[in-house]
């Protein structure tokens, strides 16, 4: 972890948590995170409701003047119009978003995203003034033949044609590695960190390269999460299944009181 680029650990709680449970498991979060003289300043904390949790979410974090950040698990390549079911990135902005993911695996993998729409949804977040954290990731069939590297690499590239420099955050997520318990070695977190790095940089030069998040994703738990954030190119954690779980997530949270 390098000491100019703020840590972030984000959690994506997917499809659960409906806006009653959002307000009881937030305030828990941010009591807790306040129990232990958590330090927001030292490590950034961003939740990724649901979308139906967020004006919920907003008024909580607000009103009780927490630290936390927030933002939607996707947005729609539009501003607005006839596009029934999607969301946009001015919507969540209105809502105090601060990011968005894009592109999340369970997106390409499911919903047939593509690198083009990931790249439309990118210029859509930037469009409206949202932080899109970009996630890429091989599978386990890629990994075998590609190597790991590879392909969050062409996914990466993809996303930033044609797109000119600004603030964004990278999420290397394994596919293999999501839901599974069997997180990436932090050497390889490491690898594939500075590649997408090397890719910021040659395609924005040094001082985005230099000053882009990438955050690890997959099976990240309290017991692994000190590991990944030696390594120089892991700027934090993009978290699911742990992120639902108070106790786990605040560890998670609180990394830097572990990681020596
Ligand atoms: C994710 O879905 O982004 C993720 C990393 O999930 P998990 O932490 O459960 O592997």
Redesign the pocket.
Known sequence: MAVDRLPLIAG?W?MNLDHLQAIAFTQKLAWTLRDARHDYASTEVALFPPFTDLRSIQNLIEGDKFDLAYGGQDLSAHDAGAYTGEVSGGFLRSLGSTYVLVG?S?RRQYHGETDDMVRAKVSAALRNDLTPIICVGETEADLAQYGPSAVPVTQLSAALNGVSPAEIVIAY?PVW????GKAASEEQAQQVSAALRATVTEVWGLDSGDATRILY????RASNISALMRQPDVDGA?????SLDVTEFSSICRFLKHVV
């Open positions: 994506n997917k999340h369970e997520e590695a999501i839901g599974t994703g997959g099976s990240v993009l978290v699911g299944g742990a």
